[in-house]
């Protein structure tokens, strides 16, 4: 079995969707239609993933999740809702949610979302709460961004475009913004920013370094730079730091071989790096 998940909705075809969708997938799938009756089964079973309405009788959402966290705090949520407002995204992100998805959703989304969710469980990981990415400002300037946009040819990559210089990343509440704006499949947008290297759908910190890895770079010991920075720092490539001062990640090729091997942070190339002086390179970022 890949994972035990406990869905929470009042209406039946909600929960007769989840368990349609993921039961022929391999997980175990429990439902109830009050988060009363939820809070019960979780004081006997245990679960990989709860996946939640936020519009309920007696009580909604937010209030389960709270009284969820404070039985325990490790647990990975997944909430669904077909009323979305700024405010109850807001809220639940500070709840450390795992995913958001409006109703209805497609049987994709949901199996992404909950194999995401189930994975990090696996892997001891919680997320942390980010309610500074998607604040009810930025999504007033998301809009304006798409204002601009909706109607012209090709507006998808452009609003893309300004929606990661304005997020700093493209993660999939600012991906479903984005569809709905412009009226198109999440699944287009999905398919777009993961085609395209420059955009990214994981958080980057303040200042992001660049180790390139390209022929030149890599035989001049760049395998050791990401290695000494990557230690340093105490992040894996693709990861951020504590504090969201850095972020690290690789690249095939910086186009400066004649500088190998190369290092950039921000829009600041360095060339002819020595590995073991790599870090000194970050005191003026600190």
Known sequence: ???????VDDEQVVLKSCERILGPEGY???????????LGLLEQNRYDLIITDLMMPEMNGLD??????AKDPDINIVVITGYPSQESIRESLSLRIIDYLPKPFSPALLLEATGKAVELKKKGVTPE???????????????????????????????????????????PVVQRHVARGLKVPVSEVHGVVSFYSFFTMKPKGKHNIRVCLGTACYVKGAEEIVKKLSDGLQIEVGGITTDRNFSLETVRCLG????????????????????IKVLDLLKDYE
């Open 1 to 7: 079995m890949k994972g035990n998940v406990l869905v």
């Open 28 to 38: 175990g799938v429990s439902t109830v239609t009050s988060a009363k009756e939820a």
């Open 64 to 69: 389960f999740m709270k009284q969820v966290r």
């Open 129 to 171: 709460a980010r309610v500074e990415d998607y604040t009810e400002e930025t999504a007033e300037k998301l809009d304006e961004i798409i204002r601009r946009y909706r109607g012209k040819p090709g507006a998808l990559i452009p609003v893309l475009q300004e929606a990661q210089d304005l997020v700093g990343y493209l993660p």
């Open 256 to 275: 400066a071989c004649g500088l190998a091997p190369v290092v950039v942070v921000d829009k600041d190339t360095y060339g002819s790096i020595n590995p």
